[in-house]
Nanobody, 120 residues
Framework: QVQLVESGGGLVQPGGSLTLSCTVS????????MGWYRQVGQRTRELVVS???????TYGDSMRGRFTISRDNATRTASLRMTGAKPEDTAVYYC??????????????WGQGTQVTVSS
């Protein structure tokens, strides 16, 4: 069973930094892409940043500059680093992965979500 396990959420002060991590567990053939989305209340989930297996990176609107993603294929981990935190960054952050199963089929997986709150 494939799972995405997230860690690192919590409270951060305005202007501060935070790192979120996401690790893929289970039997898979390949991870095509990994990334992070965030959601505020019932609003549409929005892309923060994602990275493909070729190393290319895609940022969501207005996300470039304060968010960076790193990926370790050996540990199947993607980390999101946020700097210069703003109150409007408060949201539930979801890890996302597009994974190729042993059957060669490709599936989308989501983590359980981790709350990030920016407040003094």
């Amino acid at each position: 069973q494939v799972q995405l396990v997230e860690s690192g959420g919590g409270l951060v002060q305005p202007g501060g930094s935070l790192t979120l991590s996401c690790t893929v567990s289970g039997t898979i053939r390949n991870i095509n892409s990994m990334g992070w989305y965030r959601q505020v209340g019932q609003r549409t989930r929005e892309l923060v940043v994602s990275t493909a297996s070729d190393g290319s990176t895609t940022y969501g609107d207005s996300m470039r500059g304060r968010f960076t993603i790193s990926r370790d294929n050996a540990t199947r981990t993607a980390s999101l680093r946020m700097t210069g935190a703003k109150p409007e960054d408060t949201a539930v952050y979801y890890c996302f992965a597009m994974i190729q199963a042993m059957s060669y089929h490709i599936y989308d997986y989501w983590g359980q979500g981790t709350q990030v709150t920016v407040s003094s």
